[in-house]
């Protein structure tokens, strides 16, 4: 959520930046609406306030006259008390229509995040060298020779969208995760097992809804009345722990980080670049997190993106680093940069890792503070999150990069120990 007191007194320089995701019209429109009902708002606060006063006024001279042992003055009749009961609604349904219309507003992005979509995104980094392979066979393929994924009876489980690793393939799977964990605790993360169900508070707090919240799986209002949802990413959950706290000022930066299947409505097309475990309903992920003062958001977020480059070096994989367009990124982040992995079979590269910082949107949206060393007054935190990483696209990734001519697909070195094993090798 937007700062109220920067649309005030910089409505232009909110327009302008809102220009690289929305149309001007639309953003622009979206601030009448808004600034109207500020207005509104402190009109009615004013009036109120007045009133009150008034009352306070009223109830003084009243005792001061009583303690003389002089008539009383005549207080306000019944209709004027119902009047301020009256107000006082007025503003409650003002303020839940502001709230509702500044809910609705994206981030601001970056100076240096431009307007547009995927075409506008530009490459920063590029990592190695695409592997030289002379006949190509996509993850589908590889993964069904080396028995390692199957594809058929996770349909038959879940329905479209849905697959289950197999043998050496659930072991690759579960290697890669322990590796991941093993990785972020050494670069300083606490570690997190969150529930996979969530309150509908911390999707709104995350910026996911209201926009975004047909997309996520919900439970029924009758099994959960407070709303529930099964959880689309750990950023969701480790930001909701926080919720409505004032976190020490000494322990910023706070890093953390979780291990959690995450939960999609979203389900893979019948584009090549989204076959078999690259896009579904149920995929693991180990998400990474950051909350900061804004003075050291800057640092955290290029750490943030160094560690998970890290991370796919340390693989083996040939891979680029992209800073998103405004309009390819969440609508809650003001910057991200993807970490993007090569994919020989459609000669494309695939995100494994959006690295994002969220300014103080989402503290605003979560209620989440920090007390200034020494004051009474509070300030709101700085999020950063990031993949470290979504397995689903590293596991096509390592088959499609290290397979070899006779069929078979190298291990990355920092896996073998954990599986015992130096290559995969098609069954029978």
Known sequence: MLDMELIRKDREAVATAL????????????????????????????????????????????????????????????????????????????????????????????????????????????????????KVRDHVELSRALGLVDHERGVKLGGSGFWMYTGVGARLEWALVNWLIEQNIAAGYEFLLPPHLLLDSAGFAAGQFPKFYDDVYHLDRQSAPRGQFLLPTAETAILGAYQDEILDTASLPLKAFAYTPCYRREAAGSHSDERGTVRGHQFNKVEIFQFTLPEQADDALASMVAHVEGLVGKLGLHFQTSLLAAGDASAAMRKTLDVEVWMPSTGKYKEVSSVSWGGDYQARRAAIRYREPGGKQTRFVHTLNGSALATSRLFPAILEQFQQADGSVLVPEVLRDRLGIDRLTPRG
Not at 59 to 88: F, M, N, S
């Open 19 to 134: 220009a690289k995701r929305l149309d001007p019209a639309e953003v622009n429109r979206a601030l009448d609406e808004i600034q109207r009902l500020d207005q509104e708002r402190r009109a009615l606060i004013s009036e109120i306030d007045a009133d009150r006063q008034r009352r306070k006024a009223e109830a003084r001279a009243y005792a001061e006259a009583k303690r003389a042992g002089v008539e009383p003055p005549v207080t306000a009749p019944e209709a004027e008390r119902k009047q301020l009961a009256q107000l006082e609604s007025e503003l409650d349904e003002v303020q839940a229509r502001l709230r509702s219309a500044m809910s609705e507003l994206p981030n601001l992005p970056a100076d240096d995040v431009v307007a547009g979509g995927k075409e506008a995104n530009r490459v920063v980094r590029t990592f190695g060298e695409p592997p030289a392979i002379e």
